[in-house]
């Protein structure tokens, strides 16, 4: 391996990272960074002054590229588009949570689906990965005062979505959930509706290629109906169990050992305020 191999091997962590959170999926994630590397290879050694700024700056640009074909792909997508987990740990021990905590939610990564792809990357290059405005325009090819101001309209969206959410202590949020997860497993709408805010939202991500709804749902007593309608038709060879999703409790559902879906929540540290069911297979299969 050549010098210059290594200084993108090195990087590549960071790299995978932020194409990431730029794009919601691992595969067009790993595919960017691959495009990158091809570039990096094209690349004279001596003409790079810094590295880590140019291996950041062509994969935040090749994530813009992609990230405007994704969204057009999405508008024609059947039901609810949410994000593909990154890592899905059954059975973690404390060097995995060590590691995944460095990851990013499902619910922020869906947050970000609110904003354009020139706002999202300028957002996270400064708010996630620490960069000034001055490597943020040099990257985006925008001057710096249009770059703070697109950093300002998308923290200002970020936190509109968040406003309800306050911090809450990692068991109480894994305590919720498993009670949550009983309660649905067995179908029993009073103890899940008791469980959720009168204004929950439910989003499933079936892709069209599983029974999910195709519409988020909203409201406790609704959602609560589903569910208790859903338990009815559930195999009963069918296993929950308790992991992680990109650094945070999730609910695994499996049937004859198969990977099925993924739920985790947000919450206010009372009540449930949304649930997110990953269930598209294609955004399964890799775990």
């Known amino acids: ?18 194409a990431y959170r730029m794009l919601g999926t691992r595969a067009d994630a790993e595919d960017t960074v691959q495009d990158a590397w091809l570039r990096w290879r094209q690349a004279d050694p001596a003409a790079v002054r810094d590295p880590t700024g140019w291996l950041v700056a062509a994969v935040t640009r090749l994530g813009i590229d992609r990230l405007r074909l994704a969204s057009t792909a999405r508008t024609d997508y059947i039901g609810p588009w949410l994000p593909e987990p990154l890592t899905i740990d059954e059975s973690p021990g404390p060097a995995g949570r060590a590691e995944l905590a ?30 000034d405005y001055a490597h943020i325009a040099a990257m985006l090819g925008q001057g710096e005062a249009n770059c703070r101001q697109m950093v300002h309209r998308a923290r200002e969206r970020v936190q509109a979505g968040r406003a309800r959410f306050p911090d809450v202590a990692p068991e109480r ?62 195999p009963r060879e069918t296993q929950w169990r308790i992991g992680r999703v990109n650094g945070e409790p999730a609910g695994l559902r499996f049937l004859h050992g198969r990977l099925e879906m993924v739920t985790t929540i947000v919450s206010d540290g009372e009540r449930i305020v949304e649930v997110l069911n990953q269930m598209n297979p294609d955004k399964l299969r890799l775990h």
């Open 173 to 234: 949020h894994r305590a919720l959930l498993e009670r949550f997860l009983q309660a649905s497993s067995s179908g029993d709408r009073e103890a899940i509706e008791a469980l959720l805010h009168a204004d929950a939202r439910l989003r499933s991500d079936g892709g069209g290629k599983t029974n999910a709804a195709l519409r988020p749902l909203e409201g406790a007593e609704r959602i609560a109906r589903l569910y208790w309608a859903v338990a009815r038709r559930v």
């Open 1 to 18: 391996m050549t010098s210059h191999d290594r200084i993108f091997e090195t990087h590549r962590p960071r790299l995978l990272a932020l």
């Open 102 to 131: 460095e990851q990013v939610s499902i619910a922020f990564l869906a947050l970000l689906e609110r904003l354009g792809p020139e706002e999202r990357a300028a957002f996270l290059l400064r708010e996630v990965f620490d960069y």
